[in-house]
Nanobody, 125 residues
Framework: QVQLVESGGGLVQAGGSLRLSCAAS????????MSWFRQLPGKAREFVSG?????????DYADSVKDRFTISRDNDKKTVTLQMNSLNDEDTAVYLC?????????????????WGQGTQVTVSS
């Protein structure tokens, strides 16, 4: 079992930055593929960024966040971080951390086994 807890969301002005963190419990964290998704009310979850279990072997970003967001992971601390810069109002959403037993990055939410509760990010223009 893996439990995921997100933190770092909040209200920020357009052009600003936020840093989201996902803390994981469980012994097998190092082998999970970890990703961030975001979701608006009544909408499907949207892939934002992912990192495979071996750092450096795979990182993926949605086109909408490429060159603005940076994902990283610390397997010793069991954390995944999403640094978000140059935020705009289209980035407003609940951001969720997800873990995949495949160890790989998948853009389909159904490929993930564990989810956090999410953290709200609101960008004001």
């Amino acid at each position: 079992q893996v439990q995921l807890v997100e933190s770092g969301g909040g209200l920020v002005q357009a052009g600003g930055s936020l840093r989201l963190s996902c803390a994981a419990s469980g012994r097998t964290f190092t082998i999970y593929g970890m990703s961030w998704f975001r979701q608006l009310p009544g909408k499907a979850r949207e892939f934002v960024s992912g990192i495979s279990w071996r750092f450096g072997e795979g990182i993926d970003y949605a086109d909408s966040v490429k060159d603005r967001f940076t994902i990283s992971r610390d397997n010793d601390k069991k954390t995944v971080t999403l640094q978000m810069n140059s935020l705009n109002d289209e980035d407003t959403a609940v951001y969720l951390c997800a873990a995949s037993k495949t160890g790989l990055i998948r853009r389909n939410p159904s490929d993930y086994d564990y989810w956090g509760q999410g953290t709200q990010v609101t960008v004001s223009s």
